[in-house]
């Protein structure tokens, strides 16, 4: 189907079924219940999920195939936010001219950006995408605040022209729309307790987060794909055979870059504002993170990894100490105490804690994210094969980009 | 001419925090071989060695004061540092006005101790994974270091004073016939820059003029050559690491009165310490040091008004532009060998 093969096409099929039904998955526990807190399906995070998804493919694309790692995609999805929010101050609230600018400007932002940092490889290309980064979110601060609002950042106002909406008569009070489907609208739907909300604004960013997990799907089954594997195993030995590799790893820069554009446009489209902390190295960090998280070069890691992020981020932080002690209530005191005290280092404001623990682990013991993990311990448990069909899948896994220096 | 000459030495005390980071990123990277995004989280840890010194320095027990009254009439509470039961109110007082320069010899141990088991207990399993590997978990180790001073610091920055006897400003202009008051500039910052010199000349002698530093050079360039010829050079390796701790650590106290620090002033100085060992060139200890004064004093002067006057918001990207124009001009970074990190 779609030019996929049959396990490509499955696997389509099910993140389609995932998103589609994760108003329910992610809500598996009824309203007012104790354990409420860890629903995750509510709209923002929903969106939040997706988008952060569409932003890690992207990445993945990059650094997955070709094995560059860089340290700037946050400025793209800044840039693409910034386009995306003019588009509405001026032309109209309609959020598919906003995406569609997003996209285009970060790709060409990231054009410019690529075309000088690939001069470089290995960490050299990490900190020039990090300097231009960098750079991008000072400059959004300071110098550009016309047109970027510095540190408020910028919102749709009463006062803007946006002149298409003026012409088809609408008043300035319209909010970000598809064609008058408003994004923030939700339909709740209550069944024995249980709660669950369906919104508009998830279900289009879920629509265009299929889209582009299809189409990465196609550039990592393409020719172009496998070219930018063999960039990731031995750039040298494509260049001794005459391949001029710098055109394909433009081009995955690009892509990425317009991936994270796209996530750009998106989160305007959902909530009408941006800041230029969107663009500081943090979050080019985090989206790294993500990534490695989920298992660099996998299909569907990237899309886990955010997800899994952004859960801990929205759930974990808001388990704080009184909630704790409410859980564990029924221990006796001093263990109690001794309970909640050490859970209190990982929940509530300490989550970030606990991020860079399971980071830790993964990246020590499962250099293939919890996908390449999944694999290898699944592998190992139905063993069909023999040992070297398992050694050929860790192979794949790490193959290295650099050689230590010795 | 006197604005530029304040700005340059304006730039002298950040530079000289850069130079330090970068010198030992780049003692890890020219031994280990090893990337280390932790640098930072050790020179946090360095500064915050400097608050716990001054906290533990001003532990003080309650006596009430029935001479003296508080404004609602009751006995007064005064809080007496035990310091002052110990050693007498007067050198008890001192020793707590001094707990900076005090924290240089506490900070040592503990960087050293924190600098030997991170490398024992991780990074020494990362030696022969890929560069990106050793980038992501050590990345994830500031995160756990920082998170973890965090929890016991608190979010805010904590100001920690340098001793009042260096509070004031030194008239470097006057001392070199420029009118005075014209080019003032507080002692602390001339004592950081001193001591940065120091550090980094230490550290060069050590490599230049003792038999330990002989080896490490040599395993530097030839490491396998030196195992054969049946030195441990690991061991060695693991030294430098903490030395390398060390210096990060030290560079963190010092630091500490100039900027109070908080739990995330280390990667705010590691992006930038990146950039300033890149532009050095991986691996160039000569070009490290160099780079970070010329970084720290290239933003200083960009930050001059006459200068942004003509071109707007340089001062927040001119690290950056350069490190951009010298990568692109000078591949190696200015100091860099040929085959450090190239693939």
């Known amino acids: 189907m779609f030019g996929l093969n049959r396990g490509d096409t499955l696997l389509l099929l099910l993140v389609a079924i995932l998103t589609a039904l994760a108003p329910f998955l992610l809500n598996p526990f009824p309203e007012g219940s104790s354990l409420a807190q860890f629903n995750g399906g509510y709209p923002d995070l929903m969106q939040r999920f997706v988008i952060f998804g569409i932003f890690a493919i992207g990445f993945n694309i990059l650094f997955g195939l070709t094995g560059y790692l860089s340290f700037g995609h946050a400025a793209f999805l800044g840039v693409g936010s910034y386009a995306a929010i003019w588009m509405m101050k001026l032309l109209t609230m309609n959020v598919i001219p906003a995406i569609i600018l997003s996209v285009i400007v970060a790709g060409l932002f990231s054009l410019l950006?690529?075309?000088?940092?690939?001069?470089?490889?290995?960490?050299?290309?990490?900190?020039?995408?990090?300097?231009?980064?960098?750079?991008?979110?000072?400059?959004?601060?300071?110098?550009?605040?016309?047109?970027?609002?510095?540190?408020?950042?910028?919102?749709?106002?009463?006062?803007?022209?946006?002149?298409?909406?003026?012409?088809?008569?609408?008043?300035?009070?319209?909010?970000?729309?598809?064609?008058?489907?408003?994004?923030?609208?939700?339909?709740?739907?209550?069944?024995?307790?249980?709660?669950?909300?369906?919104?508009?604004?998830?279900?289009?960013?879920?629509?265009?987060?299929?889209?582009?997990?299809?189409?990465?799907?196609?550039?990592?089954?393409?020719?172009?794909?496998?070219?930018?594997?063999?960039?990731?195993?031995?750039?040298?030995?494509?260049?001794?055979?005459?391949?001029?590799?710098?055109?394909?790893?433009?081009?995955?820069?690009?892509?990425?870059?317009?991936?994270?554009?796209?996530?750009?446009?998106?989160?305007?489209?959902?909530?009408?504002?941006?800041?230029?902390?969107?663009?500081?190295?943090?979050?080019?960090?985090?989206?790294?993170?993500?990534?490695?998280?989920?298992?660099?070069?996998?299909?569907?890691?990237?899309?886990?990894?955010?997800?899994?992020?952004?859960?801990?981020?929205?759930?974990?932080?808001?388990?704080?100490?009184?909630?704790?002690?409410?859980?564990?209530?029924?221990?006796?005191?001093?263990?109690?105490?001794?309970?909640?005290?050490?859970?209190?280092?990982?929940?509530?404001?300490?989550?970030?804690?606990?991020?860079?623990?399971?980071?830790?682990?993964?990246?020590?013991?499962?250099?293939?994210?919890?996908?390449?993990?999944?694999?290898?311990?699944?592998?190992?448990?139905?063993?069909?094969?023999?040992?070297?069909?398992?050694?050929?899948?860790?192979?794949?896994?790490?193959?290295?980009?650099?050689?230590?220096?010795? | 001419m006197e604005a530029i000459l304040l700005q340059i030495l304006n730039g002298l005390d950040k530079g000289s925090a850069y130079a330090l980071i970068a010198l030992g990123l780049t003692l890890i990277f020219g031994t280990l071989g090893v990337v280390n995004f932790a640098h930072g989280a050790l020179f946090m840890i360095g500064a915050f060695c400097a608050v716990m010194l001054s906290r533990i320095m001003n532990y003080s027990r309650v006596i009430i004061d029935e001479s003296r009254t508080d404004f609602l009439g009751n006995p007064l509470k005064v809080e007496v540092p035990y310091l002052h039961d110990w050693f007498g109110p007067e050198i008890g007082q001192t020793m707590i006005e001094w707990s900076v320069p005090l924290a240089i010899i506490f900070s040592i141990p503990v960087m050293w101790v924190v600098g030997y088991v991170m490398e024992r207990g991780l990074i020494r399993h990362f030696y022969k994974r890929p560069h990106a590997d050793q980038i992501l978990v050590t990345f994830g180790l500031a995160i756990v270091l920082q998170e973890i001073v965090k929890h016991f610091f608190g979010a805010n920055p904590i100001p920690t004073p340098a001793p009042p006897a260096f509070a004031g400003s030194f008239d470097v202009g006057a001392l070199i016939g420029f009118d005075p008051n014209v080019i003032i500039y507080p002692y602390w910052r001339l004592i950081y820059f001193a001591f940065a010199a120091l550090i980094i000349g230490a550290v060069f002698a050590f490599l230049q003029f003792t038999t330990f530093g002989l080896v490490v050079r040599a395993g530097m360039n030839d490491r396998e050559t030196v195992g054969l010829l049946g030195i441990d050079i690991d061991k060695r390796f693991t030294t430098m690491f903490a030395i390398a701790a060390c210096v990060a650590g030290l560079a963190g106290v010092m630091y500490a009165p100039i900027n109070a620090p908080n739990y995330h002033m280390g990667m705010d100085f590691l992006v930038l310490s990146f950039v300033v060992v890149v532009v050095g060139g991986m691996g160039s200890l000569g070009g490290a040091v160099l780079a970070g004064f010329l970084l720290g004093v290239l933003e200083s002067i960009a930050s001059m008004s006459q200068v942004i006057e003509y071109l707007p918001g340089i001062n927040q990207i001119v690290i950056y532009l350069v490190a951009i124009i010298i990568l692109l001009t000078r591949p190696r970074g200015l100091m860099g060998r040929k085959g450090v990190m190239e693939e």
């Open chain 1, 113 to 406: 950006v690529g075309y000088i940092s690939l001069r470089r490889s290995g960490i050299y290309f990490s900190i020039l995408t990090l300097a231009f980064a960098q750079m991008s979110y000072a400059l959004a601060y300071s110098v550009l605040t016309p047109i970027t609002g510095g540190e408020t950042g910028l919102q749709p106002k009463l006062s803007d022209p946006r002149v298409l909406d003026t012409m088809l008569g609408a008043d300035g009070t319209s909010r970000a729309n598809l064609f008058g489907l408003e994004m923030g609208q939700s339909w709740q739907m209550d069944w024995n307790g249980w709660v669950f909300t369906f919104n508009t604004g998830y279900y289009v960013a879920a629509f265009v987060m299929l889209i582009a997990f299809y189409l990465s799907i196609r550039i990592f089954r393409s020719p172009f794909g496998l070219m930018l594997r063999a960039v990731k195993t031995n750039q040298n030995r494509l260049n001794y055979t005459g391949v001029n590799t710098k055109p394909y790893t433009l081009a995955a820069f690009v892509i990425s870059g317009m991936y994270a554009g796209l996530a750009g446009g998106l989160l305007v489209a959902m909530d009408t504002q941006v800041g230029p902390e969107r663009m500081f190295w943090t979050a080019s960090g985090e989206v790294v993170l993500m990534t490695i998280l989920g298992g660099v070069g996998t299909l569907i890691g990237p899309v886990l990894g955010a997800g899994l992020i952004k859960y801990m981020e929205n759930i974990l932080s808001k388990i704080n100490e009184g909630l704790l002690e409410k859980w564990f209530a029924f221990m006796p005191e001093t263990a109690g105490d001794i309970v909640v005290t050490v859970l209190a280092l990982f929940t509530g404001k300490g989550w970030h804690l606990t991020l860079g623990l399971i980071f830790m682990l993964v990246v020590i013991f499962l250099p293939g994210g919890l996908v390449g993990g999944l694999i290898q311990g699944g592998r190992r448990m139905f063993r069909t094969g023999d040992r070297s069909a398992d050694r050929k899948v860790k192979s794949n896994q790490t193959p290295p980009t650099s050689t230590p220096v010795e």
